[in-house]
């Protein structure tokens, strides 16, 4: 899966801008602050794993940052999240200051003791958390203590190509999830092959990283409110049991796979300008690339909803933590303060209008886990307007009002492996969905009742 922070630290314009501060990651620093949080006059390191190169947003950010505390060096050891290399450093006594991850691996991080509880910290940093959203906020909550401050907050809602939709004779409202035997019809009047091989896909159900997507559709979550897993659920297996026939009945998986590893996602020749793709659900940041590399493509969309027609949505995103054995914990919790407050925001929305302006573009939206800022960057920069891309936007912004995210776990990583490999095995053949899952669920419990 291509996900949000893959394609920022690939692009050409985050390899432009390169690092704020040097690139060397390793040890943390002493700093003069004492209490909570750092002030103008420190001094120090602040080091950081996990962060990739920055795009334009968080170029902006790191300048910003930078300018307000020109006595705090930050290093950035550049790439995305390594477990491995984390835990090394953690068990070799040599951790860095400031760790950046996925929020749906604070759970798991938080059980092992990597990463500590920051409530004491921020409290003395002033972090209000209900600044955040509370689904994010809930994400980084682990047995009533927080152990992260969100930042990024990603939605899913069905994109699709009007020319292609029309072609059929069909409408956006015919590929909508309410009806499962609906959708299974008009997929297959999108879905094109020629001499065996598939030229286009009707609709991509995107499997397996949006399971628990369909899995609520049908009224289940992966994960139960007290953190064990619930992945045998009868409704999570029928629900993929139902996205597994609609790639079975548009090739299979191992032609189906093929033909959408194939794609070229950011550039002019993408699947929907090429005729390649009818519809699929994909997090909001891909309107902007769409609208970068085909500002003039027949863009439509509508939300992904539940099987009784109910908008929903699926959100997670990204989260800063503080690692067990931090030289700097003051300075730390005050750079996820000052990179997830709402001027920092703004200032990080000016420099994506400058880029808007540059491109002759379209503001295509930011969405934080804050979302006073998100409201103030929509009211400043978001045009109204008719395009697909207009509407595309719109979307986006309403779903994070009622998107859900998967309940927080001390096993929550373990528990993201365990169904991810038993989609996979079900996509392979190796197994029916129902046994994939009751194994998934198997392994599951043992890891969670392992950290209970």
């Keep these: 899966m291509i996900t949000r922070r893959g394609f920022l630290t690939g692009s050409a314009g985050a390899l432009a801008l390169g690092a704020v501060t040097s690139a060397c990651g390793g ?8 209490g909570g949080g750092a002030s ?6 602040v080091s950081i794993q996990g962060l990739g190169k920055p795009d334009d947003v968080g170029g902006a950010r ?9 006595k705090v060096q930050v290093n950035i050891n550049e790439g995305d999240f390594d477990p491995q290399q984390f ?6 006594g040599n951790p860095p200051d400031l760790v950046y991850l996925d929020r749906d691996l604070v759970g798991t991080y938080a059980a092992k003791g990597a990463i500590q509880p920051l409530d004491d910290l921020i409290d003395k940093a002033g972090i209000k958390m209900s600044l955040y959203r509370p689904a994010a906020a809930k994400e980084v909550t ?4 927080v152990y992260g401050v969100p930042e990024f907050y990603d939605t899913r809602n069905i994109l699709m190509s009007g020319k292609v939709l029309r072609s059929a004779g069909l409408t956006a409202a015919d590929l909508a999830t309410t009806d499962w035997d609906k959708l299974h019809t008009n997929a297959a009047k999108l879905y094109k092959v020629s001499g065996g091989k598939i030229t286009r896909i009707g609709f991509d159900p995107k499997l397996p990283e949006f399971l628990p997507l369909w899995a609520k559709a049908n009224g289940a979550d992966m994960i139960n409110p007290d953190g064990s897993p619930n992945l045998a659920d009868p409704r999570i297996i029928e629900a993929l049991t139902f996205a597994l026939s609609l790639i079975g009945e ?17 550039g002019s020749g993408n699947e929907f300008n090429k005729g390649q793709a009818g519809a699929f659900p994909w997090e909001g940041w891909y309107v902007n690339v769409l609208v970068q590399a085909t500002p003039k493509l027949d863009l439509e ?14 959100s997670n995103g990204s989260a800063w933590c503080l690692p067990k054995g931090s030289k700097n914990p003051a300075a730390a919790v005050n750079y996820m303060k000052f990179m997830t407050a709402t001027d920092t925001w703004l200032k990080a929305a000016a420099a994506r209008q400058a880029t808007v302006e540059k491109n002759k573009s379209i503001f295509t939206g930011l969405w934080t886990a804050n979302p006073t800022a998100d409201a103030q960057i929509k009211a400043k920069y978001v045009k109204p307007g008719t395009t697909g891309f207009d509407k595309a936007i719109q979307n986006y912004y309403a779903s994070t009002d009622y998107a859900f995210s998967i309940p927080p776990s001390k096993a929550s990583s373990e528990i993201k492996t365990a169904w991810t490999d038993a989609v996979n095995r079900a996509l392979s053949g190796q197994q029916k ?19 209970k």
């Design 27 to 34: 040890v943390g620093g002493k700093s003069t602050s004492s």
């Design 40 to 45: 103008k006059g420190d001094t120090g390191t």
């Design 62 to 70: 790191r300048n910003a940052f930078k300018s307000a505390y020109p």
């Design 87 to 92: 835990l090394s450093a953690i068990a070799s």
């Design 142 to 145: 682990i047995d009533g203590k």
């Design 250 to 266: 548009q090739g299979g998986w191992s032609k189906f796979k093929a033909f959408r590893d194939a794609w070229d996602l950011f």
């Design 301 to 314: 969309s509508i939300p992904f909803t539940d099987r009784q027609g109910k908008p929903i949505s699926f």
């Design 433 to 451: 969905p129902d046994a994939a899952m009751k194994q998934a669920q198997s392994e599951a419990a043992k890891a969670f009742s392992a950290v």
